[in-house]
C-alpha cells in the first residue's frame, strides 16, 4: 500500500507470471484504463544498460561477453541465467536494489501526476523470487498451456523450442504462484477473452479497494 500527500491509500497490485504467459498483454489492458504499470522486466534492462555500477557487477559475475559494445548481451546471460537457478539468483541480487529504487521514483512521479488513481500495478516475472509480493496488496498470477506460451515465445524472441523449455522449467512453478496469489488469470483462449478478464478485474480491484477505503 502506498500513500500519498493527501493521506490516500493507493494499493500496489502485482502481476506475475512465466514467460509468455500473457501478464504484459494483460497488464496492458489495465495500463489502457487509466492504471499506471510499473513493468520490472522492461526497466531492468534499461538499467542494466545505464547504470555503470550495475555493469560492472554483471561482468564480474558473468563475464566480459556480457556486454557487446556497452549493451548488454541478452542472449548470452540468458543462456547461462536461464538454465542456472543459483545464477539467475545472483543476477537478481545485482540488478533488483537498483529496481526497487527506480520503483521508488517512479511511485512518488505517479503520485504527483494522478491523484485520483485507486491502485497501480508492478510487473514481474519474478515477483516472488526477488520478495517484491511482501509489498502488494494484491496479486494476481496469469497461467497459460505450455504449447500457447511456446507458441507466443517464438514470435516474440530469438529462440528454438528447447531454450524456451529449458528455461520454463526454471521458473517457479505455478503452483507456487497461485498458492500465494489472490487471483488467478487463465489466458487459455482468445486475446479478446484476456481482454474480458481484464475488465472483470479491473472493477472487482475498484470495488474492494473502495469498500476497504471506506
Known amino acids: 500500500m502506498i500513500e500519498n500527500t493527501k493521506n490516500q491509500k493507493i494499493k500496489l497490485i502485482g502481476i506475475t507470471g512465466k514467460m509468455g504467459s500473457g501478464k504484459s498483454l494483460f497488464s496492458f489492458f489495465l495500463k489502457k484504463k487509466g492504471i499506471p504499470v510499473y513493468s520490472s522486466d522492461q526497466r531492468g534492462k534499461i538499467l542494466m544498460n545505464q547504470v555503470k555500477i550495475i555493469k560492472q557487477d554483471v561482468i ?49 512521479s505517479i503520485i504527483r501526476v494522478q491523484k485520483k488513481t485507486l491502485y497501480i500495478i508492478k510487473e514481474s516475472a519474478i515477483l516472488f523470487e526477488s520478495k517484491s509480493y511482501k509489498e502488494c496488496d494484491f496479486i494476481i498470477t496469469i497461467t497459460s498451456p505450455k504449447k500457447n506460451m511456446i507458441e507466443r515465445i517464438i514470435k516474440r524472441d530469438n529462440l528454438n523450442e528447447n531454450q524456451i523449455i529449458d528455461r520454463l522449467k526454471n521458473q517457479i512453478s505455478n503452483r507456487k504462484r497461485e498458492k500465494k496469489s489472490n487471483f488467478v488469470i487463465k489466458n487459455y483462449s482468445s486475446t479478446y477473452h484476456l481482454q474480458k478478464k481484464a475488465d472483470r478485474i479491473h472493477k472487482l480491484l475498484k470495488k474492494l479497494i473502495t469498500q476497504k477505503n471506506q
Not at 541465467?81 to 543459483?86: L, Y
Request: with cysteine.
Open 60 to 108: 564480474k559475475s558473468f563475464g566480459k561477453d556480457s556486454y557487446i559494445k556497452n549493451k548488454i548481451n541478452k542472449t548470452y546471460l540468458s543462456e547461462i541465467v536461464f538454465k542456472n537457478p543459483i545464477a539467475l539468483k545472483l543476477l537478481c541480487t545485482i540488478v533488483h536494489p537498483w529496481i526497487s529504487l527506480d520503483f521508488k521514483q517512479w511511485i512518488s
